[in-house]
């Protein structure tokens, strides 16, 4: 262990005083040295995983943007669809008419 040069007194409160008795130790100076080295040590793991799930938080809402894009254009092939299906429809109905004027009317020109 490193030499101990720093002599300082602090003020804890209660609770963060039975977090420091907690911690692994001989005495209250080890125990809380061990607690600042355990969070030294922990820190730039911490800070690895933060940005890793930033990473993938960025991915999942790239993910989740070309979704809502491609829900998008689903959506407008539907009413194209839907309006086709109208305009054939239309055509039918009007293909119907024009065969029932047909029998009535010899004169038109289809067989």
Not at 1 to 18: E, F, G, P, T
Not at 35 to 47: A, D, I, N, W, Y
Not at 49 to 76: M, N, P
Not at 83 to 111: G, T
């Amino acid at each position: 262990m490193a030499k101990k040069n720093n002599l300082k007194s602090i003020r804890l409160s209660d609770q963060v005083m039975d977090y420091v008795i907690n911690f692994e130790g001989d005495g209250f100076n080890q125990k809380f040295e061990n607690l600042v080295l355990f969070c030294m040590e922990q820190e730039e793991t911490r800070k690895q995983k933060i940005s890793f799930l930033d990473q993938q938080i960025v991915k999942q809402y790239k993910k989740l943007d070309a979704l809502r894009q491609l829900t998008s254009e689903i959506g407008d092939v539907r009413r194209a669809l839907t309006h086709l299906e109208r305009q054939a429809n239309d055509l039918s109905e009007l293909m119907d008419e024009l065969l029932e004027d047909k029998d009535e009317d010899q004169e038109l020109p289809f067989p």
